[in-house]
């Protein structure tokens, strides 16, 4: 049915950026569900990093990433973006792509160097 579809996953160095894409393949009612960014680091539990809802005007961050990472959609695409500015490497973690905590992608790996 659904099938979310990571990229843009990598290595970078601190105070690098990197954008993430999730393609929401199958999804007959992406333009009707809320769309969110989570991440889980070795050791941690997986938290929220950002959720933007149907229409996209509603968008929230984890304080952690306010001011550096920004969250979009393009309904017509069914894709939803994750733009991730100055990475630290507390940043480091596989970051998931969810359609209302529903639907799953596989993760993808970013990792910061320091």
């Known amino acids: 049915q659904v099938q979310l579809m990571e990229s843009g996953g990598g290595l970078v160095q601190a105070g690098g950026s990197l954008s993430l894409s999730c393609e929401a393949s199958?999804?007959?009612?992406?333009?009707?569900?809320?769309m969110g960014w989570y991440r889980q680091a070795p050791g941690k539990q997986r938290e929220l990093v950002a959720t933007i809802s149907a229409g996209g005007a509603d968008i929230k961050y984890a304080d952690s990433v306010k001011g550096r990472f920004t969250i979009s959609r393009d309904n017509a695409k069914k894709t939803v973006y994750l733009r991730m500015n100055d990475l630290k490497p507390e940043d480091t973690a596989v970051y998931y792509c969810t359609e209302r905590g529903v639907h799953w992608g596989q993760g993808t790996q970013v990792t910061v160097s320091s």
């Open positions: 199958g999804s007959i009612y992406f333009n009707l569900y809320l």
